[in-house]
């Protein structure tokens, strides 16, 4: 058996507005963080769909096309360099008790390197993929939404926040 979900969909020129549509609709709205999806990497749709697209609007209303978690440009950035204290804390605490101060702190800061770098090679993906979208015709984001009023609610909001090809869809499950 298969079933129908509603999607609003609309594709933005500026990443900033697309954190900002979707910050208003969970701040603001009350719609929940699961609700909103992005287009996956190139490589990803490539892969899935057996060949590139040429433009966000030719995948904007595929059902199968593959798709990542909305993260909030700020939430990326803790998640880019978290990494950074947690690997240090974790370098120290490997040697806290068992060697001198000094190897201690040679170790925390070998963690925190580690940490910076594996942020770094995060937020360089991210950009990558970001750069790629806007050189297909924009950020796409979809919007899993229940009921007329969400729909309503987020069709203005995306209008509102610049986004182009803003419309609603079925997609099967």
Do not use: C
Not at 91 to 110: D, E, I, K, R, Y
């Amino acid at each position: 058996m298969r079933y129908k979900r509603r999607e609003v969909v609309g594709a933005f020129d500026d990443e900033k507005a697309l954190d900002a549509a979707v910050r208003e609709l969970e701040e603001e709205r009350g719609f929940e963080p699961d609700r909103f999806s992005l287009l996956a990497s190139e490589d990803a749709v490539e892969k899935k769909l057996g060949n590139r697209y040429q433009q966000v609007r030719d995948v904007e209303d595929l059902p199968n096309v593959p798709r990542e978690a909305f993260f909030s440009r700020f939430s990326r950035l803790g998640d880019e360099f978290l990494a950074v204290p947690v690997l240090a804390s974790v370098g120290a605490l490997l040697f806290v008790g068992v060697s001198p101060v000094p190897t201690v702190v040679v170790a925390a800061g070998a963690g925190a390197a580690l940490g910076l770098a594996l942020g770094q090679v995060a937020h360089q993906r991210h950009v990558a993929q970001v750069q790629e979208q806007l050189a297909r015709g924009g950020l796409v984001l979809w919007i899993h939404v229940t009921g007329a009023h969400q729909e309503k609610t987020a069709l203005e909001v995306l209008r509102a926040h610049s986004a182009r090809d803003v419309h609603a869809h079925d997609i099967a499950d």
